[in-house]
C-alpha cells in the first residue's frame, strides 16, 4: 500500500473554506478512483466524495454537493478537496484513498466510496476539520 499524506485541517468558522490535499508521492498508476472520506465522533466514516481520472464527472454526497470539490494534479501527485461554505456539521477527520482496481462507474456514482469507507484498515492519519465559532 502506497501511503498517503493529508493536510490541510484546521479550525475555521462556519461559512470559511480550507482546502484539504492527499500526497501519494509513491502512487505510479495512472488511472485509478480517487476519494474523500470523514469520520465524525461516534459516527462511521462517510465517503463522500469520489472522481476517476480522465473521467469528467464525479460523486458527491448530498452533504456536500454544491459546497465540496474533488480535483487531483498529476504532475503533483497530490489530490485535492476545496471545501467552501462549511457547516458545523463538516467537523470530523477527513481522510483521503486511491484504488486502481476501481471501476470508473463505481467510482463516480458512488458506490466505490460506500465499499471503500467501510473499511477499517488502509487508512493515513487524516486532517482534522472542525467547523466552529
Known amino acids: 500500500e502506497v501511503p498517503l499524506v493529508e493536510s490541510g485541517g484546521g479550525l475555521v468558522q462556519p461559512g470559511g473554506s480550507l482546502r484539504l490535499s492527499c500526497v501519494a508521492s509513491g502512487y505510479t498508476y495512472s488511472n485509478y478512483c480517487m476519494g474523500w472520506f470523514r469520520q465524525a465522533p461516534g459516527k462511521k466514516r462517510e465517503g463522500f466524495a469520489s472522481a476517476y481520472t480522465g473521467v469528467d464527472w464525479s460523486f458527491y454526497a448530498d452533504s456536500v454537493k454544491g459546497r465540496f470539490t474533488i480535483s487531483q494534479d498529476n504532475a503533483k501527485k497530490t489530490l485535492y478537496l476545496q471545501m467552501n461554505s462549511l457547516k458545523p456539521e463538516d467537523t470530523g477527520t477527513y481522510y483521503c484513498?486511491?484504488?486502481?482496481?476501481?471501476?470508473?462507474?463505481?467510482?463516480?456514482?458512488?458506490?466505490?466510496?460506500?465499499?471503500?469507507?467501510?473499511?477499517?484498515?488502509?487508512w493515513g492519519q487524516g486532517t482534522q476539520v472542525t467547523v466552529s465559532s
Open positions: 484513498a486511491l484504488d486502481n482496481s476501481a471501476k470508473a462507474y463505481d467510482c463516480y456514482s458512488g458506490a466505490w466510496s460506500r465499499r471503500r469507507a467501510a473499511f477499517d484498515s488502509d
